[in-house]
């Protein structure tokens, strides 16, 4: 039995999730559930299977990037739309009661599978990192970062596909 489980947010306890960044801790203790309820996002939890407690969390949500930011050799290869539609990680955090235990990777992998599988159209899963230590989290797992935006960065979903598939 694997010790995380993945579900979708629900009355799971958030209020002692600790990730060491005040703006995803108060994100996820008094916000995300007004943004499920508005269908502005939907959420997901890592649990641990032993204590019920919270390991990490992400949002996914619908998003565009403007077709001149994606690099120019796969811009040419795209349809001339203004812009690419894209799924948004918009929020990612892991408890530091899990700190090297792989929860971000978790995390990620299990977003990027979650989208791969959805029927959804879209070009790219698209995160825009809180700080540089982020960046370089998803530039670790195959993530560009855009033309203007070095702290936003894409997946192209054929990428995503090829890293859920083997």
């Excluded at 010790?3 to 960044?21: D, I, Q, T, W």
Aim: proline residues 6%; positive net charge.
């Amino acid at each position: 039995m694997t010790r995380f489980v993945s579900e979708a947010l629900a009355k799971h306890a958030r209020a002692a999730f600790l990730s060491g960044n005040y703006r995803v801790d108060l994100y996820l203790r008094e916000t995300v559930s007004q943004d499920v309820k508005r269908k502005y996002a939907a959420c997901y939890v890592l649990i641990e299977r032993s204590t019920a407690k919270v390991a990490g969390f992400y949002t996914l949500s619908a998003h565009s990037i403007p077709l001149n930011d994606v690099a120019p050799e796969l811009a040419k290869k795209l349809p001339r739309y203004p812009s690419v539609p894209v799924v948004l990680i918009g929020w990612m955090g892991r408890d530091l009661a899990f700190r090297g235990a792989g929860v971000g990777s978790l995390l990620l992998y299990d977003a990027i599978s979650r989208v791969a599988k959805a029927p959804v159209g879209a070009y790219a899963i698209c995160a825009d990192a809180i700080d540089e230590p982020a960046a370089a989290f998803y530039r670790d797992h195959q993530f560009q970062p855009l033309v203007s935006r070095p702290q936003s960065l894409y997946l192209p979903m054929k990428t995503a596909l090829a890293l859920v598939s083997g």
